[in-house]
C-alpha cells in the first residue's frame, strides 16, 4: 500500500459520496489510475461497504449503553445460539468477545431507559449469562469511524 492507496483510504473514510474526479484530483493521480485503485482496494478487501452515518439523537437511540456480560457456557453450540440471539436484536449495534473478566462487550443504542429494559428482556431470554451489567454513557467525547492508516503494509 502506497501513499497513494492511503490518501484515497483517507478521503473515502471521511465522505464516501465524493466523485472519483474529485479523489483524483486531490491526490495527484488520473481518474482512471485513481478508479483502478479504488477497485483493487475493494477487490482485496480493505475498502469494504460504503454506508451512510445516520443521526443518533434525530432518530431518537440517543442514550448508549454498554453491556458486560457473563456466561459459564462456552460451546460451540452456545455460542451460536447466543449469536442468533443477539443478531436478532436491533438495538445492539456493536458485539465483541472479550478476554479478561467479561466474556462479552456489547454497545447499544435506545431512546430511553424503558427501551433499554425492553432489550435487556430479551438478553435475559438466552440461556446461559450468568452475568449483566450495564453502564449508560453520559457524553460522547470522541467517535470516528476512521482508522489509522500509518499502520497499514
Same mark, same amino acid.
Given at each position: 500500500?502506497?501513499?497513494?492507496? *492511503?490518501?484515497?483510504?483517507? /478521503?473515502?473514510?471521511?465522505d ?5 474526479g474529485t ?8 481518474? /482512471? ?6 477497485? *483493487? ?10 454506508v ?11 442514550v448508549? #449503553?454498554?453491556?458486560?456480560? *457473563? /456466561? ?13 440471539? #443477539? ?55 470522541k ?9 497499514? #503494509?
Open positions: 500500500m502506497d501513499k497513494f492507496d *492511503k490518501a484515497i483510504l483517507e /478521503t473515502l473514510q471521511h464516501c459520496s465524493i466523485a472519483i479523489i483524483a484530483e486531490r491526490i495527484g493521480l488520473g481518474n /482512471t489510475a485513481c478508479w483502478r485503485r479504488i477497485q *483493487k482496494l475493494e477487490e482485496d478487501g480493505i475498502l469494504g461497504k460504503r451512510a452515518l445516520l443521526d443518533r439523537e434525530k432518530l431518537n437511540v440517543g448508549t #449503553v454498554f453491556v458486560s456480560l *457473563k /456466561t459459564s457456557q462456552h460451546s460451540a453450540q452456545w455460542l451460536k445460539s447466543f449469536n442468533i440471539g #443477539v443478531a436478532e436484536i436491533a438495538e445492539i449495534t456493536e458485539l465483541y468477545r472479550m478476554a479478561g473478566d467479561t466474556d462479552y462487550m456489547l454497545k447499544m443504542v435506545v431512546p430511553d431507559i424503558k427501551g433499554y429494559d425492553k432489550v435487556y428482556k430479551q438478553l435475559i431470554q438466552i440461556p446461559g449469562l450468568l452475568d449483566i451489567s450495564s453502564s449508560f454513557a453520559m457524553e460522547q467525547i467517535y470516528t469511524t476512521s482508522l489509522p492508516l500509518r499502520y497499514a #503494509v
